[in-house]
């Protein structure tokens, strides 16, 4: 498949480099949108705005899946990005807390109640983050599951696109 977007970009293809190649230039010479599709040994090539335009809407919501799935792959790293900086702060602490061991001196006993007290902070910011990303876990599982179902259904209806425009001549072979 081979359709220029708004700034030229040519979205997926299973063409090789040669035949993406001269498809590109073909699209450029006709100044059109073109959709290339290989079944078996042959490639087919379709021009209409009509298929084109039908061809959109089939993977429209594959578009929104990936915009849908890149907001939860954000949340999932933002999560994880917390946990990184509430393990450095941790250790932070820890450090502070090993330095005042075995000391005698009465501010320190102020100091290690507001270290304790830092610790048990971050246990607490920790365990609100994990279980985000347990929950996020599940609803990423769900997420590709349902990419899986919408393109299977795209790629079907895609090839009835394609028969139906082999059908009405509608597309032509372009090997």
């Known amino acids: 498949m081979i359709i220029p977007t708004p700034r030229g970009n040519y979205e997926e293809s299973t063409a090789s480099p040669a035949e993406l190649s001269s498809l590109q230039a073909l699209a450029r010479q006709n ?5 290339w599709i290989q079944r078996g040994k042959n490639g087919y090539l379709i021009t ?5 335009d039908m061809l959109r809407r089939i993977y429209a919501p594959i578009s929104q899946y990936w915009t ?3 907001r939860l792959s954000g949340r999932y790293w933002s999560a994880r990005g917390q946990l990184e900086g509430l393990n450095d702060w941790q250790n932070n602490v ?10 005698h001196d009465p501010g320190h006993a102020a100091r290690i109640r507001d270290l304790q007290r830092q610790l ?5 910011r920790s365990q609100a983050l994990w279980q985000q990303l347990d929950d996020m876990r599940e609803e990423i599982a769900a997420n590709q599951r349902q990419g899986a179902q919408l393109m299977q259904k795209a790629n079907a209806d895609a090839q009835r696109l394609l028969s139906q425009a082999i059908a009405d001549g509608r597309a032509r072979r372009y090997d």
């Not at 100044?31 to 959709?35: E, I, N, P």
């Not at 209409?48 to 084109?52: T, V």
């Open 120 to 124: 048990d902070e971050i246990h607490h």
């Open 48 to 52: 209409d705005a009509q298929n084109l």
């Open 94 to 103: 820890i450090a502070q807390q090993q330095t005042l061991d075995g000391a």
């Open 68 to 70: 849908d799935s890149g």
């Open 31 to 35: 100044r059109q949108a073109l959709w």
